[in-house]
T-cell receptor, first 117, second 111 residues
Framework: GAVVSQHPSWVICKSGTSVKIECRSLDFQATTMFWYRQFPKQSLMLMATSNEGSKATYEQGVEKDKFLINHASLTLSTLTVTSAHPEDSSFYIC?????????????FGEGSRLTVL | DAKTTQPPSMDCAEGRAANLPCNHSTISGNEYVYWYRQIHSQGPQYIIHGLKNNETNEMASLIITEDRKSSTLILPHATLRDTAVYYCISADGGSNYKLTFGKGTLLTVNP
């Protein structure tokens, strides 16, 4: 099946620093990518929808200035957590929709675990 | 809020069939039923999806009731590696791939 890769898979940073997480579709083009956040023992929460070449659409309650999303190409979307704080520690997961794909053509990355000290 | 309802947990013996139910009584005519699973600390994995007909692939079978208000995911011969949280999601099958995850069912396969 199609592969979506995230990097880094885990990162530890100091409070106040910014962290960038990459999401790549390795063998297909993705016009749309989604970013989720998952806290321990909770379900995935959609943060934003990222469309190639346009601004991301954020879900209610998600600060767009804190979680910067860039989708500059059909194979890469990045999530930057700016001025990270301990409460931003979470498992961040991206998914990518295959260009012109039908139902079921949505693939998830392996996730990136962020720990803010 | 998620539009589906699933039991929070289920147990299954290794080698036996695991039948995971899902209620989606408010599903609309153009919405598909998707099933994903998430093994601990990994990203979700696609299992199967369907609109109104029953579906089968190499991983599982999906049985959708005639009124489409509920469905059952069947893992025919569960293994220990099938232990995971299983999510049932109803969503538009068009170009909008926005999936809203509920709490899912934690399936524990026991030896």
């Amino acid at each position: 099946g199609a592969v979506v890769s995230q990097h880094p898979s885990w990162v530890i940073c100091k409070s106040g620093t910014s962290v960038k997480i990459e999401c790549r579709s390795l063998d297909f083009q993705a016009t749309t990518m989604f970013w989720y956040r998952q806290f321990p023992k909770q379900s995935l929460m959609l943060m934003a929808t990222s469309n190639e070449g346009s601004k991301a659409t954020y879900e209610q309650g998600v600060e767009k200035d804190k979680f910067l999303i860039n989708h500059a190409s059909l194979t890469l979307s990045t999530l930057t957590v700016t001025s990270a704080h301990p409460e931003d520690s979470s498992f961040y997961i991206c998914s990518a929709a295959r260009l012109a794909g039908g139902p079921g053509e949505l693939f998830f990355g392996e996730g990136s675990r962020l720990t803010v000290l | 809020d998620a539009k589906t309802t699933q039991p929070p947990s289920m147990d299954c013996a290794e080698g036996r069939a695991a039948n995971l139910p899902c209620n989606h009584s408010t599903i609309s005519g153009n919405e598909y039923v998707y099933w994903y699973r998430q093994i601990h600390s990994q990203g979700p994995q696609y299992i199967i999806h369907g609109l109104k007909n029953n579906e089968t692939n190499e991983m599982a079978s999906l049985i959708i009731t005639e009124d489409r208000k509920s469905s059952t995911l069947i893992l025919p011969h569960a293994t220990l590696r099938d232990t995971a949280v299983y999510y049932c999601i109803s969503a538009d099958g068009g170009s909008n791939y926005k999936l809203t995850f509920g709490k899912g069912t934690l399936l524990t396969v026991n030896p």
